[in-house]
């Protein structure tokens, strides 16, 4: 006996790794570019198309639960720590001589 797809188990199972089920049509996916920034980022009119912007979807698509993801958190970390680091040495030599 076929179903006529009116009733709710006529209807197929999902697909466990489909997170986009419930997508409003007006809305652009989650896999789209953009979708990670912060709401405080994206009040300030930043956007993927810009460095800062860019920098932050990137980072908050990170997930901590993978490895390659921390490390790759923790390589940001020290590239944009280390040129303050190198500052402050160079501001204490500059002040204690010595």
Do not use: C, I
């Amino acid at each position: 006996m076929t179903g006529t797809g009116d009733r709710a188990d006529d209807e197929l199972p999902r697909d466990p790794f489909d997170t986009d089920f419930d997508h409003d049509d007006d809305s652009p996916p989650a896999w789209f570019a953009g979708q990670h920034l912060p709401h405080d980022a994206q009040r300030m009119g930043l956007t993927n198309h810009v460095p800062d912007g860019a920098l932050l979807d990137f980072a908050g698509r990170l997930d901590a639960t993978k490895t390659k993801h921390r490390v790759t958190a923790w390589v940001l970390l020290v590239v944009f720590a280390f040129p303050v680091l190198m500052y402050v040495v160079r501001l204490v030599q500059a002040v204690l001589p010595g």
